[in-house]
């Protein structure tokens, strides 16, 4: 059955125009071998495919990276990307969802359906590399398939759930201004941020890195879904590594996004920013560790969104669980479920919170946001969804795959998998900053506790992964725990006392339903997220969201101390400031 | 490539396109500062005497500290099909620190016996990037930063090192861990890459666009590659050393299937230390129809069952046996640490070959058989100048090739340690060079061939006229044997006709292989490739006479599952 909302058919119908130039040569050599292969493409008498889909990605690039106000690396990059999609069976029952050591086939472009295409538009050599593509994917679909099934008839495959949503098709264009920015005007940006940590002798290492790119993608399918949307975006970030007296590292790191160049910040206001953050990372070497501690937690600004983002947004992706004939591949994938799938009709949050993602969203509070799309990467109209309505979990984030209790994609596939974009929390009844404080210290006092906790940044796993500014393609992070980079006691008379070596356990999303207050105010922050989802830029991966959240209060979290070992602080001075002493 | 257990030490040839570099561009080299006056020399020196100075007031202090600092810069340009696929261009600065405590005679470099397993084998470390800009002192920033770490991590090897030698039953190699070698001073004018980006450009678009002709071609791809390396080298011995090398490079391949699913690869390189001597079009495009016509043979080609029997290595082909069977064996190293098989430590002065047959390394020859040697540098690096090695004189094996971890009876490094910027080094080959005395002609040795098979009585021999590489086990923990991959294998039937097979890998064991050499012919030829093993990437050549082989195993090669493509290509 074919169901669209309201708002989503608007859309088509507004967008009813053709979402290629007619000489597009990439276009019409995706839509001949399209064509040729949904009416050509079978072998002997197994099933031909039900749908296939293009995707073709043009990445074009410049990144550069500086330490102690000197270039380290950059460069110009420019990869065309093919994403070939495949599905054998029908919407019911298809190949995909399926996993097996044997799925590889360890053949010629097996590995991986991401091909790279010329950058010159050549039809023949683009139309060949989609035929060998779509030749490997179909023969990959049909060995799926026939494993799928073999399962299927021993197992009950959450039945009445279907592989694959049907969808109207949509014909679009989502063109946002493409960013050209020089090399040279990049690498200048990122000496003089960089040079900054000439001042900061506290500071052992430091690396501050810039990417502006520009992601052409060029999609259709067999469904008539056809859409071109180029989506630009700027990536900055700046790590400071310090160090406490007794080796504690002190990382911090700051990270910057946006869709415009001018939305990035003057290098006056990132160097005001960095100023800060290292002046704050700096305190905390006098600080004194923490150790383990069992209370209330108040995280505060920043750290509300950042939590929820890190621990609760996941449970909000819908993922279905993959089918395989192997045992270990499906621990290690059931390692990595944490949707809320079963959970639609629960309460998550508490009733006086509500939380959406609208992916359209261009701005908020004045502020622009640095992802947004109006069209997801399965050519599904995107649109606000109100994901958890005082309280209770209502839908989830999802794709064309659907899960049990959804029937159709929320316009949420970005990569390969679904993706929060720009999240909103609703307060109905929240407190003020002093008030919040002061539940806190009323529940310390009521616990019979010497102090409480805020904090106010937690950690990104995601950007702590970068080694020299250069994000590992492909890190998640899953597993990584979450520390707290600056956390307080706060005792019952109001006094804060700068704490380290704070890290979470035990906080997951399930506890996020008895969250005992929140203030009114809400905090904006834009971070990468911890997903499974591919990442497509060279040299970082914008898997980012943007979340408003406000402060959040709990009655009890669990802090550890970090299991890292602290290695020794350096024997001899750092010779820049040496001399200058 | 390869994976598995000990088996990394590859002839690579040709990585994968995404990661490959590139160009097609003039070298000139310039008037440039010497290596005193260079920034990066002047922040090695003033770091090393700081360090030095500062270390030496530890309790543990550092007997030895060096810095390698190499600059490439690089171009790449890629086209499959008649298309470009990819153009970059880079230039980056990686660094390696060798901090040494304890002393020459046991220092932190130790081997951990018994705590390391046999089948570990080094990961890529993340390379050290340094600031490209010449600013002082960035690249002492730097620089003194991952001094203290070494250092750090030194101190703390040698307390395990020193625990482990009481520990463990008593050492077999008793030699030092650092040789004493005289310092050096040597300068050279920096090399730079002047870049027509839109001539590679077009360039592989033109050498690509033949095998758009052929829809059973499934891969097609021309790689330019030049790279500019500076290196700057300085110790506490007082070492300094500015070294410039420039390599031009350019990998066709092309992939067919056969019908039954075997993938069918060819290749050509051709490999010059100046752009005049990279091949005009005309050659390029000759060898990509004969590239053309080999694949198109290969696909109707009959599949080989192991055999056993008489075989001729063509010259390449016996380069790069040689370089995987006996070269890797010669490597010092190799001879020190307790869990390598050591084939060849307690034969010095015994015959190890036939006695016709002489093997060199030689760094210092840059041109041989018409060709430029990839494996050629002025100074190894660890700082030592590079020298001719005698290793086999007329059969006799006389030494080995030495970094400056000495091994008993060669206390000293022979200008052979090497890396990829960013490993530790240890001893490699440069260009193995192959020399027969009493060498035949071609069509000679091919009759010997065939005597051999009637003696035998043997349906066919085995010509093996080209190869992609090789691999081989060094490790005692699995068989030593030896893979070397061929393309282009011909049987040869006892009244001289040949006939074109497919499917096979040559494999043995190193020491049967070198009994059953019979003769050599009178051409010698060169393979240029990329070596992998711990210490890294590095570019080497062997040059060999084709050989005579009284008995050679082939086995299976392992084949793709794979149909051929459902549909044609194109409506």
């Keep these: 059955m074919w169901r669209l909302s309201a708002r989503a058919l608007l859309f088509v119908l507004m967008s009813c125009s053709a979402a290629f130039a007619s000489d597009d040569i990439v276009q019409k050599a995706m839509r001949d071998e399209l064509d040729r292969s949904m009416r050509e493409l079978t072998l002997a008498n197994l099933e031909r495919p039900y749908f296939i889909a293009y995707r073709i990605m043009d990445v074009t690039s410049t990144s550069a990276s500086a330490t102690f106000g000197s270039l380290i690396r950059s460069r110009e990059n420019h990869v065309r990307m093919l994403n070939v999609e495949i599905r054998v069976g029908d919407y019911s029952f298809d190949n995909t969802g399926f996993i097996s050591a044997r799925s590889d086939r360890g053949d010629r472009g097996s590995s991986g359906f991401v091909n790279v295409l010329s950058l010159d538009d050549n039809y023949e050599q683009l139309r060949r590399y989609i035929w060998l593509a779509t030749d490997i994917a179909y023969k990959k679909a049909l060995e799926d398939l026939a494993g799928k099934q073999s399962i299927a008839r021993n197992k009950n495959l959450s039945e009445g759930v279907p592989d694959f949503t049907h969808e109207y098709p949509v014909v679009a264009d989502d063109i946002q201004p493409s960013i050209d920015i020089s090399r040279l005007e990049i690498e200048k940006r990122v000496r003089s941020v960089s040079s900054l940590f000439r001042e900061m002798p506290e500071v052992l290492t430091s690396s501050v890195r810039l990417l502006v790119a520009n992601v052409d993608t060029r999609y259709i399918n067999s469904e008539g879904t056809a859409f071109h949307k180029l989506q630009p975006w700027v990536s900055f970030d700046a790590k400071a590594a310090l160090q406490a007296s007794d080796g504690m590292p002190l990382d911090n790191s700051l990270a910057i996004y946006a869709r415009k160049w001018i939305d990035l910040p003057t290098t006056e206001e990132i160097t005001s920013r960095l100023r800060r953050m290292v002046a704050e990372t700096s305190s905390l070497k006098r600080a004194s560790p923490l150790g383990n501690y069992n209370g209330p937690v108040l995280f505060e600004d920043e750290a509300g969104a950042e939590v929820l983002e890190q621990v609760f947004l996941p449970g909000l992706l819908a993922s279905k669980a993959p089918v395989s004939d192997n045992p270990r591949l499906l621990a290690a994938s059931a390692q990595q479920q944490t949707s809320f799938v079963n959970r639609i009709g629960s309460r998550v949050l508490p009733s006086f919170v509500g939380l959406s993602d609208d992916p359209t969203l261009e701005e908020y509070l004045g502020k622009q946001l640095p992802i947004t799309y109006k069209i997801d990467d399965e050519g599904v109209s995107s649109h606000a969804t109100v994901l958890v309505q005082n309280g209770t979990l209502k839908t989830l984030l999802s794709t064309r795959t659907p899960v049990e209790g959804l029937s159709h994609s929320t316009g949420n596939r970005w990569g390969e998998g679904p993706m929060a974009t720009n999240v909103v929390v609703a307060v109905s009844k929240g407190y003020s900053r002093s008030e919040l404080r002061q539940r806190l210290l009323r529940m310390v006092t009521e616990r019979g506790l010497d102090y409480g906790i805020i904090v106010r940044r937690v950690s990104n796993p995601v950007l702590a992964d970068q080694e020299d500014g250069y994000r590992q393609p492909g890190s998640t992070s899953s597993e990584a725990p979450l520390n707290c980079l600056l956390a307080y006691k706060v005792f019952p008379d109001g006094r804060e006392e700068l704490t380290r070596n704070l890290q979470l356990s035990g906080l997951n999303a399930t506890a996020f339903r008895d969250v005992a207050g929140v203030s009114t105010d809400l905090t904006l922050i834009t971070e990468p997220m911890r997903t499974a989802s591919v990442t497509f830029l060279d040299g970082g991966d914008p898997n980012v969201v943007s979340v408003a959240a406000p402060s959040l209060l709990f009655e009890n979290v669990t802090l550890g101390t970090p299991t890292v070992d602290a290695p020794r602080p350096p024997v001899m001075p750092h010779p820049y400031f040496d001399s200058r002493n | ?571």
């Excluded at chain 2, 991590?153 to 008593?170: C, D, I, K, Y």
């Excluded at chain 2, 015959?351 to 058989?369: I, K, N």
């Excluded at chain 2, 206390?411 to 005395?437: D, K, V, W, Y």
Aim: charged share 20%; aromatic share 10%; glycine share 6%.
């Design chain 2, 1 to 571: 490539m390869v994976s598995g257990v000990g088996a990394r030490f590859a002839w690579r040839f040709g990585l994968r396109l995404a990661s490959l570099i590139c160009v097609f561009a003039v070298c000139s080299p310039t008037t440039a500062l010497s290596a005193s006056s260079s920034v990066v020399m002047q922040a090695m020196k003033q770091e090393l005497a700081r360090s030095q100075k500062l270390l030496g007031q530890q309790t543990v202090t550092p007997y030895f500290i060096s810095y390698g600092i190499t600059q490439t810069e690089g171009m790449y340009v890629t086209g499959s099909f008649g298309a470009l696929t990819g153009s970059r261009q880079e230039l980056h600065r990686v660094l390696d620190v060798d901090v040494r405590v304890g002393s020459p005679e046991m220092d932190n470099t130790r081997q951990i016996r018994g705590r390391t397993s046999e089948f570990a084998f080094p990961g890529h470390p993340s390379p050290i990037e340094v600031p490209v800009d010449d600013d002082l002192d960035s690249i002492r920033a730097v620089l003194w930063y991952r001094t203290d770490k070494t250092y750090q991590q030194a101190v703390e090897q040698l307390t395990r090192a020193q625990t482990n030698t009481q520990v463990e039953t008593e050492q077999e190699d008793r030699s030092a861990d650092f040789s004493h070698d005289v310092s050096q001073h040597y300068s050279e004018p920096l090399p730079h890459l002047k870049i027509d980006k839109a001539l590679l450009e077009d360039k592989v678009r033109k050498y690509t666009a033949a095998f758009a002709s052929y829809a059973d071609i499934y891969e097609a791809t021309a790689v330019f590659v030049a790279t500019a390396e500076t290196r700057w080298y300085a110790n506490t011995e007082g070492s300094e050393i500015q070294t410039a090398q420039t390599y031009y490079r350019l990998y066709i391949q092309a992939v067919t299937k056969a019908a039954d699913g075997m993938e069918l690869p060819r290749f050509e390189t051709f490999w010059a230390s100046a752009p005049e001597r990279l091949p005009d079009d005309h050659t390029v495009l000759s060898a990509v129809q004969k590239i053309i016509s080999d694949l198109r043979a290969l696909q109707n080609a009959p599949v080989v069952d192991p055999y056993v029997g008489p075989a001729i290595l063509s010259g390449r082909a016996s380069a790069v046996f040689f370089h995987e069977v006996f070269g890797h064996r010669l490597e010092g190293h190799r001879l020190k640490r307790d869990y390598e098989g050591q084939t060849f430590k307690r034969r010095i002065n015994e015959q190890v070959l036939p006695a016709e047959f002489s093997v060199y390394s030689d760094p210092t020859v840059h041109r041989l058989a018409n060709q430029d040697l990839a494996g050629s540098y002025d100074y190894d690096s660890e700082g030592i100048r590079a020298r001719k090695v005698a290793i086999v004189e007329n059969g006799v094996l006389r030494n080995f090739l030495m970094s400056r971890t000495p091994i008993d009876g060669f206390p000293n490094s022979n200008g052979h340690g090497r890396n990829q910027p960013g490993f530790a080094a240890t001893a490699r080959q440069s260009n193995l060079i192959i020399e027969a005395s009493r060498p035949v002609s071609h069509e000679q040795l091919k009759k010997m061939l065939i005597e051999e098979i009637k003696q035998q009585k043997k349906p066919f021999g085995l010509l093996f006229d080209d190869i992609t590489g090789g691999f081989t086990i060094t490790r005692r923990i699995m068989p030593n044997a030896f893979n070397v991959m061929p393309v282009m294998v011909y049987r040869v039937y006892p009244d001289g006709t040949e006939q074109l097979v497919r499917g096979v890998d040559l494999i043995g064991t190193p020491l049967t292989a070198f009994t059953n050499i019979v003769a050599a012919d009178d051409q010698p030829a060169v393979f240029n490739g990329i070596c992998v093993a711990e210490s890294g990437a590095i570019p080497v050549s062997a040059v060999s006479p084709a050989l005579l082989f009284s008995e050679v195993e082939v086995q299976k090669k392992s084949k793709s599952q794979e149909r051929s493509p459902i549909l044609p290509f194109g409506d």
